[in-house]
């Protein structure tokens, strides 16, 4: 069974700079994807980023990237620029690939706060 | 976004009465998923369909069921309500087709047993 360990309950970042949520995770597949999914206070839960683990390439879209790491099974992601809207609960989460199905395992979120 | 309603967004039930939640999509995927959302627990997976009456138990399906007579729509039943189900639920929809997998979520239903 695969985990995902969210290190951080709580992150604070002052508006305009960078900041890094961590997430780690265990498993002993070799194909699957990881996913940022960002949950503000509306609830909705929205994709930020994903990565397929058969890609060396870090992920990126916008002002947020990811630092995948996989033999430390590392995938961390970084904010740029953080704006307030960036507020929000954060869950990494990890999906086995070319299965019968295609569940994500999450982890328990850390909550990123802006602060202008 | 993804085309997924849930109804109702917000219920409150008492202990041992039957609860259904409905999901709702209009994107045609093959994949839909019931997960809970509590405090300190992230979201966990109830249960899932992989097409019209195939579906399979997630890591907390003790005490629900499921039922998809439609492609576009996924039941999730508690048949008698307990304390322990008060939570926010989400339905989730993907492709099965490879590289398409990413799932996408409703917008939650908040559901408090009394």
């Known amino acids: 069974a695969q985990t995902v360990t969210q290190s951080q309950p709580e992150m604070s970042v002052q508006e305009a700079e960078t900041v890094t949520l961590s997430c780690t995770y265990d498993t002993s597949e070799n194909n699957y994807y990881l996913f940022w999914y960002k949950q503000p206070p509306s609830r909705q839960m929205i994709l930020v980023i994903r990565q397929e683990a058969y890609k060396q390439q870090n992920a990126t879209e916008n002002r947020f990237s990811v630092n995948f790491q996989k033999a430390a099974k590392s995938f961390s992601l970084k904010i740029s620029d953080s704006q307030l809207g960036d507020t929000a609960m954060y869950f990494c989460a990890f999906m086995k690939s070319g299965g019968s199905n295609y569940k994500l395992t999450f982890g328990k979120g850390t909550l990123l706060t802006v602060n202008p | 976004d993804a085309g997924i309603t849930q109804s109702p967004r917000h219920k409150v039930t008492e202990t041992g009465t039957p609860v259904t939640l409905r999901c709702h999509q209009t994107?045609?995927?093959?994949?839909m998923y019931w997960y809970r959302q509590d405090p300190g627990h992230g979201l966990r997976l109830i249960h899932y369909?992989?097409?019209?009456?195939?579906?399979d138990k997630g890591e907390v399906s003790d005490g629900y069921s499921v039922s998809r007579s439609k492609t576009e729509d996924f039941l999730l039943t508690l048949e008698s309500a307990t304390s322990s189900q008060t939570s926010v639920y989400f339905c989730?929809?993907?492709?099965?087709?490879?590289?398409?997998?990413?799932?996408?979520f409703g917008p939650g239903t908040r559901l408090l047993v009394l």
């Open positions: 994107e045609n995927h093959r994949y």
């Open positions: 369909s992989y097409g019209v009456k195939d579906t």
């Open positions: 989730a929809i993907s492709e099965s087709r490879p590289y398409q997998e990413t799932q996408y």
